[in-house]
């Protein structure tokens, strides 16, 4: 399968990969851009004064004097920046970027030790402490990052030297952990590594790698102290001030896997640890994993997730906390950990054609995915909130995470870069294909080519998706082939129509997708969906959405910012038979459309000096007034304002 | 004036400061029972294994041989039982208690040092460090407590050995503090000690110590860096961690105090301070320092107060946010805060007759101070939140101070002796008296003794407050005095009428203050409120209180409980015309007015297993259910369930 996007919408988001993010997260890499870095929140322990991702990595191949900075995780950065550098010269090559990305793969291979072990920190600062602390060292998690690049690196260029480098750090990782005596029988505090050996085993079929990620993910929860007994061992300050304390289930370590249940600890960790529960499920036809998968799937989707696609309801942890507490302005909804539910989604849909898998992607790719950065590619959200007024960040410390303007860059940079590599490589979410089924799960400009029963077939797409609802398929063959196509229908809309061939037809769809199976030569498939203004109720268990409705129309969630309604976002209300319309304005926030609706606003006591507390009037004064909604990922670009998803409405 | 009373709802409580508070206290600063110490929420730097502050005394005075446990200020426990023991014996001799309380003054005059100093932390731990950290020592804090503690035992017994050790320790500080080149030019990061050497200067009438007070609050947040100063000086660890990383308003040292015109910072810090600024204008006739102080209360009373008298809006630094910031279940609205804020209003109303701070008073004390403490008197309240869902404060750490049933100790066990002193010391707040107008500030049964005029005046108070509306003062006197007498008016009622012996009559009102000038020997004043059932609604910029009403009847404010109206209270409403009734229930919770009212039940999609998000439904499902409220001060004395102060109401 080859995928070629040509789309309005995300080629500028991709093109901003490859000319704003990539070269932008370059020079924030090497420290050679002035700019504020902020903490994701008030916590004296992130480092904040610079990166210092590349110039650890010069040390640690003893290019260069000097000390560590930075997290102990620090080194992902870099390979995640390498892995959107692959992705995105697989799309556009550029010669230059490639001299350089084949630089910073000689730097990697060059800081890896003799046998194997790759980590800036322990290299430089403790090596006698490599692989002692496994709960806060992100060892593993750091080389599942740096396998996911080198694979992606490798398949695009061929780089002989990132693969034999990650082939060493694997074989490192291969001899430390596993079942036999003399090997850890651990794990990494940071699921991830369980990603890495898959792919890696992907492209050169070593059993061991597939075997070890499956290790990781039996062995985890079996023994919940494993972390507290290395602690102990190791004796010495912490890696991560704080985390230590932490419970077992941040780690997703409190049980076994196939025990668990529901969406616990730290939300990116429990995405990825499910990521490759799909992964090692899908390569090994092991149901149980696959069924495990699905159960802690089923928790997030239907009790976790915020209408954007969010997850992680609070700070602390930044973690899961209970079913139907989803709070909207104290949530955490990491935009790592909404990229980490697009990976996963992808990885369910690969094991098994279900619709949902698609309509969640969407709902976390185009809502808190994208709302993690601004248009301009240059600043980032890591948390994103659906309730925002800017004074409560700053004043109230337990919402100090609760930013109301994209810093420029983030003590922890985990989420920037995780974008880059997420929207670059986008093109791998379009289709899912399995022997003789191809299915379209995202719509998307793009033109794509299949090998089905060893015949080239080619489809084409046409779309003004996520504002138009009409999707136009090519399909042309040289030979006759007789495949079936499937096509997600998205779970927003109440209807649709599909032509073939200029004829409506009646399509079966099976758990969300409609399948047709024909012998294809040239053929023209339209599907026009139902795309109106939806509004949408909370589970009555949602206790902050309780007389709230949110609206969205496709796959955009909307908000209503302060600048196009004032503030005092929370006085607004939207009529018990509101008429919405909608536009599409190519001047706004890049090109978006914009939602209107007649609605009220609350008058009875704004006046700021009445008393705190008035007896009742039963009739609340209330005026008209026209509200705008936009869609949510575009918030915060036109300054600081506050901001609200779900909205008051009358009865 | 000497005010005794005789109160059903109070003498239940007073009895049980003296039957039940204060052995148990004592136990517990013994280490003597075994019981669980709770953290108030969760952070590991909070001592809880046992109390230990007795045994610190006994190792300060060398009575025996150890290390100091807990928090530099658990001293102030000792003091703060001891002032409680002060007031119970005043009203209630107890030859036992007495011994016991005698014994204890002899112990920490034993832990004095010689130079006067008394702190046992510092005499045992670290004497180098005395002074040198004043942001986070405590030192003046606990000084000032045993001030108060002292000023109290020996009004009550004369005791000669706490005076002296007060004063030595008193004089000890004048020596150390003040504007003179070799004294320290600055203050403790806890207000308190300007509380008790105002006490103290009440009762010797040495300028110096009325002086030191004074100049304690001037010098305040004209240096906002001396803690930063003092702690670089000192170069050693912290004496409680973190402490020296918050804001300066964390202290109310980020400006002069004439300058501030909000509740910054630490909640209890902030009353303390006020306190204090209102007994030091009252007894220097400081105009401008009462005006700054009415400032500040005004910013708190018209913006940053709950309903129940609660203040403190976050618990990170247990602070004071931003205007209108009162989150119903994050909040912090610690007890002892609620007790500070009724000294404030008792100081403010000595300065000035408005019944406005008796309003707050009553709100404070009925509300917020009553919750604090469990029915049984074993049991205490740290945080005193609006809307309780037991499972958040489980399972989300952010939450994990909001606590559903009251533990048995904490870890920082300021909260049970301010509640214990302030229950035992109700009495001082009854009346307020200058010259010859006396001002009914409390509705409480009581008998009192004023001197007016040199002629002594007894007035009964006969009443049922605060389940009934009627008030019945009896004055007698010997001979003929010429005086007023003004009886406040509390806000919640909207008209009220006065007999004065059995004849309606028109009474001058001014600022919330009935004023009755006569000559009095032998007269009957009877007032009714008019005490209905009132719902209010918050201003409007509080966000979390929109379409939201709460309920009162005279100065008690309801709440709904889980074991009255099951769990979900989210998805309870009360009618547009609601009924509300009400009745007395004597075995209920010690006796408490119950009301019902009318309500609904929302059923739409209650069902636990709907879609998270579903198409908004116009009509909503709802039933009729009768809704049961209960005082808030009695909530949490039927096991562990939900709460909720805030009601949705139906427009």
Same mark, same amino acid.
Do not use: Q
């Given at each position: 399968m080859k995928v070629k996007i040509q789309d309005t919408f995300w080629t500028r988001y991709r093109e901003l990969v490859r000319t704003e993010m990539i070269p932008y997260q370059w020079k924030v890499l090497n420290d050679e851009i002035n700019i504020t870095i902020e903490r994701e929140r008030n916590d004296d322990s992130i480092p904040n004064e610079k990166s210092h991702a590349i110039e650890n990595f010069r040390i640690a191949a003893g290019l260069k004097e000097g000390n560590h900075y930075g997290w102990v995780f620090q080194d992902s950065d870099v390979y995640k920046w390498l892995e959107a550098v692959a992705y995105s010269i697989n799309e556009h090559m550029d010669e230059d970027l490639k001299s350089l990305a084949d630089s910073v793969v000689d730097l990697i291979a060059a800081a890896q030790e003799e046998d194997g072990y790759l980590g800036t920190y322990f290299t430089i600062e403790e090596p006698e402490r490599k692989l002692k602390r496994l709960g806060e060292s992100h060892e593993l998690y750091c080389a599942g990052h740096f396998l996911e690049a080198a694979v992606a690196y490798y398949e695009t260029t061929g780089n002989d030297t990132v693969l034999k480098t990650a082939c060493k750090l694997a074989d490192y990782i291969v001899r430390h952990f596993g079942k036999e005596d003399e090997k850890i029988h651990g794990y990494d505090g940071h699921e991830e590594i369980e990603i890495g050996l898959a792919k890696l085993y992907r492209i050169t079929g070593k059993n061991e790698y597939l075997s070890l990620s499956k290790y990781f993910l039996e062995i985890r929860g079996t023994n919940p102290e494993f972390f507290h007994i290395q602690n102990a061992e190791d004796g010495k300050k912490p890696l991560i001030v704080g985390m230590d304390k932490f419970p077992y289930s941040y780690f997703q370590n409190h049980m076994p896997l196939l025990e668990q249940e529901s969406a616990e600890g730290h939300a990116v960790r429990l995405v990825y640890m499910c990521t490759a529960m799909a992964d090692v499920a899908a390569m090994t036809k092991d149901v149980n994993l696959l069924n495990a998968c699905k159960k802690i799937w089923r928790n997030i989707v239907d009790k976790r997730m915020y209408i954007t696609g969010g997850i992680g309801s609070t700070v602390i942890g930044e973690s899961f906390t209970l079913d139907y507490d989803l709070p909207n302005d104290t949530m955490y909804c990491e935009t790592c950990?909404?990229?980490?539910?697009?990976?996963?989604?992808?990885?369910?849909?690969?094991? *098994?054609? @279900?619709? $949902?898998? /698609?309509?969640?992607?969407?709902?976390?790719?185009?809502?808190?995915?994208?709302?993690?950065?601004? +248009?301009?590619?240059?600043?980032?959200?890591?948390?994103?909130?659906? *309730?925002? @007024?800017? $004074?409560? /960040?700053?004043?109230?410390?337990?919402?100090?995470?609760?930013?109301?303007?994209?810093?420029?860059? +983030?003590?922890?940079?985990?989420?920037?870069?995780?974008?880059?590599?997420?929207?670059?490589?986008?093109?791998?979410?379009?289709y899912v294909q399995k022997d003789d089924s191809i299915v379209a799960n995202l719509f998307v400009n793009c033109e794509s080519r299949f090998s089905v029963n060893k015949k080239l077939v080619t489809i084409k797409q046409e779309t003004e998706y996520p504002w138009n609802n009409r999707v136009l398929f090519t399909v042309s063959s040289k030979e006759e082939t007789d495949f079936t196509l499937g096509i997600r229908i998205p779970n927003w809309t109440d209807k649709y129509t599909i032509r073939l061939n200029g004829q409506d037809c009646n399509i079966e769809t099976k758990q969300g997708i409609a399948y047709i199976r024909k012998v294809f030569k040239d053929d023209v498939i339209e599907i026009i969906f139902d795309m109106k203004v939806e509004i949408w109720d909370a589970h009555s268990s949602v206790r902050n959405n309780i007389d709230k409705i949110a609206v969205s129309r496709g796959p955009i969630v909307y908000c209503m910012e302060g600048v196009d309604n004032g503030s005092n976002l929370h006085l607004l209300s939207i009529g018990k038979n509101a008429e919405f319309t909608y536009q599409f304005e190519k001047n706004l926030l890049g090109g978006v459309v914009v939602i209107k609706v007649n609605g009220y606003e609350q008058i009875s006591n704004s006046d700021r000096n009445a008393n705190l507390y008035q007896k009742h009037e039963k009739v609340r004064g209330i005026q008209e007034k026209e509200l705008t909604l936009i869609p949510y990922y575009a918030w915060a670009n036109r300054g600081e304002n506050e901001m609200q998803v779900w909205i008051r409405c009358e009865r």
């Open positions: 950990a909404s990229v980490g539910l697009v990976f996963l989604a992808g990885r369910l849909l690969e094991n *098994e054609f @279900v619709g $949902e898998y /698609g309509d969640i992607m969407e709902r976390a790719l185009y809502n808190t995915v994208l709302a993690g950065m601004a +248009l301009d590619g240059r600043h980032f959200f890591y948390v994103n909130p659906l *309730e925002v @007024v800017p $004074e409560k /960040g700053k004043k109230d410390p337990t919402k100090s995470h609760v930013k109301s303007v994209r810093p420029e860059w +983030l003590g922890c940079a985990c989420c920037p870069p995780n974008l880059a590599r997420l929207l670059s490589s986008l093109e791998k979410y379009i």
